[in-house]
């Protein structure tokens, strides 16, 4: 079992910048891929970022691509979402997740999941 505790979402205004973390503890860190994902209310969940276990590759939505910053500390057992600049329809709940490689992340294949963190971008 891994275990995923997302933390630094909040309320800021568009054009704003947020950092999200998301610490993991249970099995080995390293060993997965991991990425961030979020769902906007009334809307279905969707992926937003993704990188591999060593942090040497990353995918983006398109949605996010240029804006966001998916990045990994494996000593840490850490992975971070940098999001600038914000838009109102970026307001969301992000979720981490952990999973086997970036392709089926990207693709929502996922083995574990965090609870959320709620972004609020105000216009």
């Known amino acids: 079992q891994v275990q995923l505790v997302e933390s630094g979402g909040g309320l800021v205004q568009a054009g704003g910048s947020l950092r999200l973390s998301c610490a993991a503890s249970g099995r080995t860190f390293s060993n997965y891929a991991m990425g961030w994902f979020r769902q906007a209310p009334g809307m279905e969940r969707e992926f937003a970022a993704t990188i591999s276990a060593s942090g040497a590759s990353t995918l983006y939505a398109d949605s996010v691509k240029g804006r966001f910053t998916i990045s990994r500390d494996n000593a840490l057992n850490t992975v971070y979402l940098q999001m600038n600049p914000l838009k109102p329809e970026d307001t969301a709940i992000y979720y981490c997740?952990?999973?086997?490689?970036?392709?089926?992340?990207?693709?929502?294949?996922?083995?574990?999941w965090g609870q959320g963190t709620q972004v609020t971008v105000s216009s």
């Open positions: 997740a952990a999973g086997r490689s970036t392709y089926m992340m990207a693709r929502g294949s996922n083995d574990y």
